[in-house]
């Protein structure tokens, strides 16, 4: 039976513009290898497999070379899929890697309930020096960002600027690299840029998982309780910030749909 598969650009609302995920609609899923195949055959940085529940969906994600346990631009297109295409009208509860992973609407944005990812200084000096070999300059910060590392450059034009060293950042021990600064020279709150090659992602175009540190990182710095976050990517994207209570927050996001077919399996 043909298998619903949507292409979409999530934290944009322009077509070629954010971060594109493919999203699978699945009636069970397939096996590991069978979905590893379909991502890599997507060639995308993720590909979100939906599986409905009795309550909820499950939820997994795939990079072209592996599974992922959190993905936000690829769980916002997926919302965004099963609201404008599959017919769902409620609140929507996604069971992951990752725990309950919660996405409503607000207006004409999508509100993912995610949780936050303190930043802790980088002690180690080995990586220190590597971190600054792969990116060319010496950072103001580094800080280990849960299964990331975070630095943080001396302005937004260095975050734009700066012209990885890909093979140096694939031998970091971690997710991905994530380069942040203020952002005031964007009219935006911070910008960013993600590096994940370990994951054949040289560059992610828009990482909402990444702003599961930077929003506690920027918070706690800017004193601001509502973030609005650019990743300085070529195609570029949008992100919205704002505390959920506890240790959560929502990061808000628009997408738009780029095609619909089939998937022949």
Not at 100 to 114: H, P, Y
Not at 147 to 173: C, G, N
Not at 184 to 205: H, M, N, T, V, W
Request: glycine share 8%.
């Amino acid at each position: 039976m043909p298998l619903p598969l949507y292409q979409v650009d999530a934290f944009t609302q322009e077509p070629f513009r954010g971060n594109p995920a493919a999203v699978c609609v699945l009636g069970t899923f397939f096996d590991d290898g069978t979905l590893g195949a379909i991502a890599r055959e997507m060639n995308l940085s993720e590909t979100a497999f939906v599986v409905p529940l009795t309550s909820g969906f499950h939820l997994r994600w795939f990079t072209p070379v592996a599974e992922v346990a959190l993905c936000g631009h690829a769980t916002l297109a997926t919302a965004h899929v099963l609201w404008q295409h599959q017919g769902v009208v409620e609140d929507l509860e996604f069971h992951t890697h990752s725990g309950l992973l919660r996405a409503q609407r607000l207006g004409d944005w999508i509100a993912l309930d995610f949780p936050q990812q303190p930043v802790t200084p980088l002690e180690d000096q080995q990586v220190q020096a590597a971190i600054m070999t792969a990116l060319g300059t010496t950072p103001l910060f580094m800080g280990q960002a849960g299964s990331d590392l975070l630095v943080e450059l001396a302005d937004a034009d260095a975050v734009a600027q700066v012209k990885p060293d890909f093979d140096q950042i694939a031998r970091l021990p971690c997710r991905g690299l994530i380069v942040t600064a203020r952002g005031e020279k964007y009219e935006y709150d911070i910008i960013s840029r993600f590096f994940a090659p370990q994951l054949g992602i040289p560059e992610d175009p828009v990482t909402g998982s990444a702003h599961c540190s930077l929003y506690p990182y920027w918070q706690a710095k800017l004193g601001q309780r509502e973030l609005v976050a650019y990743q300085a990517s070529v195609r570029g994207g949008v992100i919205k910030m704002r505390p959920q209570g506890g240790d959560r927050l929502l990061l808000l996001g628009q997408a738009v749909t780029i095609f619909s077919g089939e998937l022949l399996l």
